[in-house]
């Protein structure tokens, strides 16, 4: 019965990846018939949900796979993930706090701790795990993207630019990376005026 369940689980995944999202929590239900107690099954439909951006789906679908098993770091951080997405920050560093401590030193979920920290006010903090992601995963364009949005934000243009510039090295036509790097631009560029101003008037 495993064998089955865990081959519901890969069609499923192999559903997601093409972006079936239906047909893949349609595969997980399928999975659960013979076990409620399946997390992966409860994580995977959680993830498709998220794709989907049907958070309260999600949210119960990723409840439940924390019921059937509170130590799961993929259902923390998916949970942490979801939170952040809708910009309860502080709910989202609670569970990606928890899936850290059970999965440390995992890129994707500093990613998402170090955003949500940043995004929480504790920008020193969240620049560092997000530096620290990148460390492990120097490649990751997720990764140099939030971390050059952070350094954008926090007026550090030359970091900033680096990071946007590399996303375009390993992936040439991200259109979102253009679009960042062409705002440092303009930001720099208007921060530059705004100090010479101030000089001029001091």
Known sequence: MSDERSFLIKEAEQLKMEGNHEEAIKKCEKALYSDLTYTEAYEEIGDNYLSLREYDKAKKALRQALRTNARS?????????????????????????ISDGYEPNHP????????????????????????????????????????????????????????????LDIEPANEKAKECLNAV??????????????????
């Open 108 to 167: 994707e979920i500093l990613r998402c701790l170090g955003w949500s920290l940043y995004h929480d006010g504790q920008r020193r903090r969240g620049i560092v795990l997000l530096e620290r992601a990148l460390a492990l995963s120097p490649q990751d364009s997720l990764i140099l993207s939030d971390l050059g949005v952070c350094y954008l934000n926090s007026k550090k243009f030359e970091r900033a630019s680096k990071l946007f510039r590399t996303v």
């Open 185 to 202: 631009r303009f930001f720099k560029h208007e921060y530059k005026k705004l100090k010479k101003t101030d000089n001029q008037s001091s």
């Open 73 to 97: 770091a993929n259902a923390n951080y998916l949970l942490g993930f979801l939170y952040s997405a809708i910009g309860e920050f502080k709910k989202s560093i609670k569970y990606l706090e």
